[in-house]
């Protein structure tokens, strides 16, 4: 998935009203920040292979260590722990801890079989959504919709900034989307891995959003 992650994150505002969205965004895609650091480092593997979904060409071969639920766990105890000693709330790192493993089971309904228990191997789960495109879009499309408006719901502006800039993420994250459906396929790993590396941006562009928002 790549709308689920953020809408997960979207609604997880209402959970913790405390926690900034960027840091929302991080949680629930961090198995997906995490992994691209990996491929280039060589620990982890992928191949472009157009047709082996009807919603993407990426084969994952080899990511225990950034998509394995074990790993994931691991991973999302660190966050959540580092969010308690920096803020001691312990409510909103129990929440980061779920978006962290919310990236596991939003990938499990999407892809083939590919994705691991455990880090040291084992048996690959999942249920392939991604072998319909239309299906995709209506689980996918649904879920982000309803989780932005949520968002809105418990938030509000308190400039011009707070109100456009969260329209125009809402407007770019669907354009890509839209973009990787129905686009061309990558040429090449490296561009995948390299293009992976912009979701930093996004993470960004959460901390500036919720800078010019607050809780209704």
Sequence with gaps: MFLGHFAVAFAAKRAAPAVSLGTLFLAAQLADLI?????LLGIERFEVHP?????????FIHYPYSHSLGAL?????????????????????AVLFALVLSHWALDVASHRPDMPLL???????????????????????SLFAGCAVLYVRTTRPIDRIGRW???????????VYLASLFGPAPSSTAEVTWSAQAI??????????????TGR
Excluded at 200 to 213: E, F, K, M, S, T
Aim: glycine letters at 14%; proline letters at 4%; a positive charge.
């Design 35 to 39: 992994w691209p650091n990996l491929v």
């Design 51 to 59: 047709g082996i979904t009807a919603v993407t060409p990426l084969e």
């Design 73 to 93: 766990a691991g991973w999302g105890a660190a966050l959540g722990a580092g969010y308690f000693a920096c803020k001691r709330n312990a409510a909103s790192a």
């Design 119 to 141: 880090p040291g191997g084992g048996e690959r789960l999942g249920l392939g959504l991604w072998s319909s495109v239309a299906a995709t879009l209506a689980v996918e499309g």
């Design 165 to 175: 800039s969260l329209a125009a993420l809402l407007a770019f994250l669907a354009a």
């Design 200 to 213: 930093w941006l996004l993470v960004a562009w959460g901390y500036w959003i919720d800078r010019h928002r």
